[in-house]
């Protein structure tokens, strides 16, 4: 996650997200095919708590976590405005051998007049 308000940047993925990534990872063959179909710097479309790509299909959910900093950001009159690809990082679990594709996003906030 990086959160980008116009000069200032804010990146981090825990340990608690990746213990997260470990209790989905059995439902994500087909996200992951949406993943790989996506480029570093493309523009996602947000719905909620989602983001969809230029086919309308969902490819990130925002974190609990995230939501919470959105809603931080609300607070301090400033909006969610856009969301791009900003990496892909491939995650390796221990012991075993699939590589799980990651959406690191660069989120813009814009603020509110």
Do not use: P
Not at 36 to 54: A, M, P
């Amino acid at each position: 996650m990086k959160l980008n308000l116009g000069g200032l940047k804010y990146t981090t993925v825990t340990k608690k997200d990746i213990e997260k990534l470990k209790q989905i990872e059995n439902s994500l063959q087909s996200f992951q095919n949406l993943v790989s179909q996506l480029v570093c710097g493309e523009i996602l479309h947000i719905k909620g708590d989602e983001c969809l790509n230029s086919n309308g299909q969902s490819v990130l959910k925002f974190s609990k976590r995230l939501i919470e900093k959105i809603e931080e950001m609300k607070s301090k009159h400033y909006k969610l405005k856009s969301v791009n690809v900003n990496f892909i990082l491939y995650w390796l679990k221990e012991g075993s051998s699939q590589e799980i594709k990651i959406i690191l996003s660069e989120l813009y906030f814009e603020a509110i007049e």
